[in-house]
């Protein structure tokens, strides 16, 4: 099946510090999501992203497809961004999404 | 974005028992719903897809007699853990699908323990 991989495994960051998350996959998807899981285990939706870029506040995503993979950006980090970001993605004509291992992100005041 | 409710958010239940958990769509009528469970520090393990007035397809490994799943209106789906043991006691979270969109959204999850 799909591998999903997540880097870093775990961000520790002071605030207002920038990220980058990373998300390799081995095969084409056609469908891409990342989510913030806060620690209430609330799965947040960040972006739907198979392919190219978009920018909410202060989080930006980019998928390049051909090349299997998409960054998360984070500027300007907030101890509220704290927790588990996971990349998922869904193959062509699949109804599953396949999750990545997530991304523990920790922001210090 | 969608909006999914899952009761209750959290039960403990004496082992041997059942426990039935509620996943509902609000908004949308989701003709696909997905139950996972994570154990703590691990990611989400899909369990099942379900589309609305027919069977669950169960992932390898999950046992459908013992995690049964009802779909049987397009806002309503239910994971029924039977028999519930102490290795049952975990986060379950349910997402929905509506046809036409391609994102997923997820409940807010309800936590078992089986003591």
């Known amino acids: 099946g799909i591998q999903v991989e997540q880097s870093p495994p775990d961000l520790i960051l002071q605030e207002g510090a920038n990220s980058t998350l990373r998300c390799n996959f081995s095969?084409?998807?056609?469908?891409l999501q990342w989510f913030h899981q806060n620690p209430w285990g609330q799965l947040i939706n960040l972006f739907y992203?198979?392919?190219g870029t978009k920018q909410n506040g202060r989080l930006s995503a980019t998928t390049v497809a051909t090349e299997r993979y998409s960054l998360l950006y984070i500027s300007s980090s907030q101890t509220t961004d704290s927790g588990v970001y996971f990349c998922?993605?869904?193959?062509?004509?699949?109804?599953?999404?396949?999750f990545g291992q997530g991304t523990r992100l920790t922001i210090n005041p | 974005g969608a909006v999914v409710s899952q009761h209750p958010s959290w039960v403990i239940c004496k082992s041997g028992t059942s426990v039935k958990i509620e996943c509902r769509s609000l908004?949308?009528?989701?003709?696909?719903m997905f139950w996972y469970r994570q154990f703590p520090k691990q990611s989400l393990m899909l369990m099942a897809t379900?589309?609305?007035?027919?069977?669950?397809?169960?992932e390898q490994g999950v046992e459908k007699d013992k995690f049964l799943i009802n779909h049987a209106s397009l806002t309503l789906s239910t994971l029924t853990v039977t028999s519930a043991h102490p290795e049952d006691s975990s986060f379950y979270i349910c997402?929905?699908?509506?046809?036409?969109?391609?994102?997923?959204?997820f409940g807010p999850g309800t936590r078992l323990t089986v003591t």
């Open positions: 992203i198979p392919s």
């Open positions: 379900s589309n609305e007035g027919s069977k669950a397809t169960y």
């Open positions: 998922a993605v869904r193959l062509q004509g699949a109804q599953k999404l396949v």
């Open positions: 997402s929905e699908e509506a046809l036409g969109r391609n994102e997923q959204y």
């Open positions: 095969d084409s998807v056609n469908n």
């Open positions: 908004d949308f009528q989701a003709t696909t």
